[in-house]
């Protein structure tokens, strides 16, 4: 016997009333597009623990960032074994001198403590702290029980342990990044759209101009730059200065790309009819172009970021970028200048870890987006 006969139409009708009924808007549809990418969403939820964490850093530094213990100490090792067995809560073994010699230098060998174990604690007390800068607290993350010094990530030449100073320093770190890339995000963004809207004789000689900044050799003149900084200079000069800096050599890049999307959108029928019906030049602008072109500036904003990680990672190095008492990963990185302390003290090169997390949290994010955005 056979079955009902359904007719095309019928069946058309059918798709028809299963479609969802609803629109949804673009920030909707990008939304969902980009929440099927996995390298996106991974990006996604490193570069909001990140920021999260320089947030409160204070919290999640298990130590004093400026506190000196023992210099070069070793990471202490954490286990959740014990000579009574399993425990729930790990316990941390620093690392000591064992009576045991190296058979060829004769130093003795290093190893953990096992009979001095010591229990950690989430949320204990540690080092006083004012978060925020106004509310007292000496509440951490993670601490020992009995308060005696925590090394996750060892400590370097003065003493002062790595993984706190790593925390605290991604506050700076950041810092300069989101605010620099904010300083390049608006202007780029301005100048591009007014250089390719107007066109004519402003479009040619300010391109010109914008030709000349992408000419210069950048890493030589952010390293003239910054020296022209008295040593003296606060903390805070030197701070606002490199900002200022990156910001005014990183926006002309951005604005090229901007009046590229803007020449293009420029000639769709829309615009023209917007300019037709006598819209002035400020409506069209931010009602017509600037939507636009914001998904292809949200991209570059994300995969500008890692640049300027980078970027204020070597002039750190350098000794260019931040000067002390502020910490900054690059700042840390001065610790790790020669081969010799790497070959003995390898734990110093931790804070490349942190630069090369972020690089990816951010690149992944900027991915994500690039595919949810512009899916052709």
């Known amino acids: 016997m056979s079955g ?6 019928e069946e058309t009708d059918a798709r028809l009333s299963s479609a969802p009924k609803e629109s949804q808007s673009y920030p909707a549809l990008v939304w969902r597009r980009f929440r099927k990418s996995l390298p996106g969403m991974i990006g996604l939820i490193l570069v909001g623990t990140m920021l999260f964490v320089s947030i409160f850093a204070e919290f999640f530094s298990p130590m004093d960032p400026n506190a000196s213990t023992t210099s070069f100490a070793p990471p202490d090792k954490v286990s959740f074994f014990t000579k009574d067995g399993f425990t729930l809560m790990p316990v941390a073994y620093p690392i000591a001198e064992s009576d045991e010699l190296d058979p060829v230098t004769f130093q003795p060998l290093m ?4 009979d001095n174990p010591r229990g950690l604690r989430l949320f204990g007390k540690g080092w006083s702290y004012r978060l925020f800068g106004l509310i007292p607290m000496d509440r951490h993350f993670i601490v020992t029980s009995d308060g005696s010094p925590l090394h996750l990530l060892g400590t ?5 342990d790595i993984l706190s100073r790593g925390i605290m320093g991604s506050r ?5 990044a989101l605010v620099s890339i904010t300083l390049i995000t608006v202007a780029g963004t301005l100048l591009g759209i007014t250089s390719g809207y107007l066109g004519g004789k402003f479009d040619l000689w300010f391109q010109r101009f914008v030709e000349i900044i992408l000419a ?8 003239a730059l910054a020296s022209l900084i008295p040593v003296t200079a606060p ?4 701070l606002s200065f490199v900002i200022l800096v990156i910001a005014g050599l990183g926006w002309a890049q951005l604005s090229r790309e901007v009046r590229g999307k803007t020449m ?3 000639r769709v029928d829309y615009v023209r009819a917007a300019m037709a019906v006598g819209a002035s030049d400020g409506r069209i602008i931010t009602r017509h172009i600037l939507p636009n072109v914001s998904s292809h500036v949200i991209v570059a904003v994300t995969l500008g970021i890692p640049s300027i990680v980078l970027l204020e990672s070597f002039l750190g190095f350098l000794g260019f970028a931040v000067k002390a008492p502020l910490i900054s990963w690059g700042m840390m ?3 790790a200048g020669t081969f010799s302390v790497i070959g003995s003290y390898p734990w110093i090169l931790s804070p490349v870890g942190f630069v090369l997390l972020t690089v990816f949290a951010f690149n992944a994010l900027g991915d994500g987006l690039r595919d949810a955005i512009d899916p052709y």
Not at 156 to 160: A, Q, V
Not at 216 to 223: A, D, G, K, R, T
Not at 235 to 238: A, D, G, R
């Open 4 to 9: 009902p006969v359904i007719h095309e139409g």
């Open 111 to 114: 190893g953990p403590d096992l």
């Open 156 to 160: 370097d030449k003065l003493g002062r």
């Open 172 to 176: 700076i770190t950041l810092m300069i």
């Open 216 to 223: 210069f050799p950048q890493l030589p003149l952010y390293l």
């Open 235 to 238: 903390s805070s000069v030197f």
């Open 264 to 266: 293009s959108m420029a």
């Open 333 to 335: 990185l001065q610790d």
